[in-house]
């Protein structure tokens, strides 16, 4: 299930709302905000080897463009085997984005039936035109991810600049840290017609309605590929993500796609912090 934690950690930065529409080239602004979806199996293939899922997924976001950005995050499932086994997976991280790009800090522990599993820790950082990671958990060594790499929260900035210019694809290279910290994923996504229209909140998050009113956001498909040097022909992704993606980061209706099996994610919870003014 590590692949599942690998894409959820690629969410980062996306769950702040605003109602406030900016102009295409406007800078993005990213709300501080603690956000509880509930997380449940989707479509299920005949070879996938679940029968059922459910969990929780809570995400804590603050920071600025002037100070960085920290995210906290914790996602706690069940999974049920077509055996009937259970097995309960807490994945645990904690991130910290320069406000520049030019470095990105990351721990992450994932504890089954609660018990340390796996723990990797390592920081990247950009010098003299290229990325370097350096790895402490799962052990200690030195990595090279290439220049063209892009963060988490500087990835998602980018898709929404592209989506307010009306773009609709954008293709780049992420590395957030996950599985052994290692991993660079190749990814396009695409960018559907923005949109304004209410949509439906949960009944339990008061007055978001009228933010949802006058909100822009767009549906957008992120594809996550292996990277292959020498690959001939069309690859496969790993995995899909979709979502609903509002202007200052806020992701709704989110949705795994395996193949075999699906991941749907509702969101459950939304509070937002005090922000301090960043003038720059």
Not at 192 to 210: D, S
Not at 246 to 257: A, F, H, M, T, V
């Given at each position: 299930?590590?692949?599942?934690?690998?894409?959820?950690?690629?969410?980062?930065?996306?769950?702040?709302?605003?109602?406030?529409?900016?102009?295409?080239?406007?800078?993005?602004?990213?709300?501080?905000?603690?956000?509880?979806?509930?997380?449940?199996?989707?479509?299920?293939?005949?070879?996938?080897?679940?029968?059922?899922?459910?969990?929780?997924?809570?995400?804590?976001?603050?920071?600025?463009?002037?100070?960085?950005?920290?995210?906290?995050?914790?996602?706690?499932?069940?999974?049920?085997?077509?055996?009937?086994?259970?097995?309960?997976?807490?994945?645990r991280t904690t991130s910290f984005e320069a406000p520049d790009a030019g470095s990105y800090q990351f721990l992450t522990k994932i504890y089954i039936d609660q018990k340390l599993s796996e723990s990797t820790k390592g920081e990247a950082r950009a010098?003299?035109?290229?990325?370097?990671?350096?790895?402490?958990?799962?052990?200690?060594?030195?990595?090279?991810?290439?220049?063209?790499?892009?963060?988490?929260?500087?990835?998602?900035?980018?898709?929404?600049?592209?989506?307010?210019?009306?773009?609709?694809?954008?293709?780049?290279?992420?590395?957030?840290?996950?599985?052994?910290?290692?991993?660079?994923?190749?990814?396009?996504?695409?960018?559907?017609?923005?949109?304004?229209?209410?949509?439906?909140?949960?009944?339990?998050?008061?007055?978001?309605?009228?933010?949802?009113?006058?909100?822009?956001?767009?549906?957008?498909?992120?594809?996550?590929?292996?990277?292959?040097?020498?690959?001939?022909?069309?690859?496969?992704?790993v995995y899909q993500l979709s979502f609903e993606l509002y202007e200052n980061g806020i992701s709704r209706q989110l949705k795994l796609d395996y193949g075999d099996f699906t991941i749907e994610g509702k969101l459950r919870e939304l509070e937002f912090?005090?922000?301090?003014?960043?003038?720059?």
């Amino acid at each position: 299930m590590q692949r599942i934690f690998g894409a959820l950690l690629c969410l980062a930065s996306a769950t702040g709302l605003s109602g406030t529409v900016h102009a295409a080239g406007a800078p993005v602004s990213l709300a501080p905000h603690r956000a509880v979806y509930d997380m449940q199996l989707g479509d299920l293939g005949q070879n996938s080897g679940l029968a059922g899922l459910s969990g929780l997924m809570v995400y804590d976001f603050s920071g600025n463009a002037c100070d960085g950005y920290s995210v906290s995050f914790r996602f706690v499932t069940e999974f049920q085997d077509a055996n009937g086994g259970t097995q309960v997976t807490d994945l645990r991280t904690t991130s910290f984005e320069a406000p520049d790009a030019g470095s990105y800090q990351f721990l992450t522990k994932i504890y089954i039936d609660q018990k340390l599993s796996e723990s990797t820790k390592g920081e990247a950082r950009a010098r003299n035109g290229k990325k370097q990671v350096e790895l402490k958990e799962p052990e200690e060594r030195s990595l090279s991810i290439g220049n063209t790499a892009m963060f988490p929260t500087e990835h998602l900035k980018r898709v929404i600049s592209a989506a307010r210019s009306g773009e609709r694809f954008v293709a780049a290279d992420i590395f957030d840290g996950s599985e052994t910290g290692d991993k660079v994923y190749t990814t396009t996504s695409v960018i559907g017609a923005g949109r304004n229209e209410t949509l439906p909140a949960p009944a339990n998050l008061a007055g978001l309605e009228r933010a949802l009113d006058t909100a822009t956001h767009w549906p957008v498909t992120i594809a996550y590929f292996e990277p292959l040097e020498g690959l001939q022909g069309e690859q496969m992704p790993v995995y899909q993500l979709s979502f609903e993606l509002y202007e200052n980061g806020i992701s709704r209706q989110l949705k795994l796609d395996y193949g075999d099996f699906t991941i749907e994610g509702k969101l459950r919870e939304l509070e937002f912090y005090d922000t301090a003014p960043c003038v720059r």
